[in-house]
């Protein structure tokens, strides 16, 4: 069985879509729709924006959503059996199940990436990647620190031996020092402008929580796993308040991943920019063949 995964956050580069928007007629219809429902010209920015460009997260997420879906467009042969996201991807992982259509979940997106922004501004915070230590271990000083005054969560469970916390910029820093003398091999801070998936993001769930409620959810045409609790969905309600979660609650892709293979996934095709997700699932499911989606 295909499992079909979208990349999110991280995995955009600069000149993205470009070529998607020269060669396929499709996926120019798709992007020049998306310039005219967000009101500013994405495309100029995806593909002759610098890198720093790329960064703000109301251009990030956005064009990161769109060369995937693009992408998932022109290749009608992609046909899932099973489809995720890691954090944003899930968007596009609901528009390729038909759960979404392409302009709601546009809309979504750039109301989450508005909404992140400012939850960053009212409550600064930062993440890490925690290297070479366990899951449990990690969690359990996350929550040492957070019980005594400091916030710090496990956000990402990207692959064993992997996981990036979120919290707040003294609760980051005193869980990488912890952890560190636990036995991890780094604690790297990230580039990011927030704490993502952490308490921080209630802010930004409340908004994204009405936003969601007025959008139109249908029944989808394949099981989404969804990032809260790496479990196959398809029921529209279901699917909605997982979303909404999804801004405070960590990103449960090793587990989603591994529940893939376990309901029959041989197959994981990365649809979107970059690479990112066929590295962490040879680490999380080395049985399985990888490959990125091409034109």
Known sequence: MKAVIFPGQG?????MGRDLYEQ???????????NEILGFRLTDVMFTGSD???????????????????LAAVLPDLRPDMVA?????EFSALVAANVLKFEDALQLVAQRAQAMQAACQEQPGTMAAILGLDDDTTVRICGE??????????????CPGQLVISGSQRGVELAG???????????????????FHSPLM???????????????????????????????????????????????????????VQRMVADGATEFVEC????????????????????????
Not at 11 to 15: D, I, L, M, N
Not at 57 to 62: A, W
Not at 244 to 250: D, Y
Request: proline share 5%; charged share 15%.
């Open 177 to 195: 020092e912890q952890l560190k003398a636990a036995g991890a091999k780094r604690a790297l801070l990230l580039p990011v402008g927030g704490a």
């Open 52 to 70: 720093d460009d790329l960064r703000q997260t109301n251009v990030t997420q956005p064009a990161i959503f769109l060369h995937s879906v693009a």
């Open 272 to 295: 979107g920019p970059g690479k990112v997700l066929q590295g962490l699932v040879k680490k999380i499911a080395p049985e399985a063949a990888g490959s990125s989606a091409t034109v």
């Open 11 to 15: 995995s955009q580069f600069a000149g």
């Open 85 to 89: 996201g890691h954090s944003l991807g």
């Open 202 to 256: 209630q802010s930004a769930e409340a908004a994204l929580a009405q936003a969601i409620e007025r959008t139109h959810f249908a029944a989808g045409r394949c099981a989404v796993y969804q990032n809260v609790d790496a479990a196959p969905h398809r029921d529209p309600d279901e699917i909605r308040q997982n979303l909404v979660r999804q801004l405070t609650a960590p990103v449960r892709w090793t587990q989603s």
């Open 24 to 34: 396929q007629p499709v996926a120019r219809q798709l992007m020049e729709q998306a």
């Open 145 to 158: 620190i957070t019980g005594a005054g400091s916030v710090v969560v496990a956000a990402n469970f990207n």
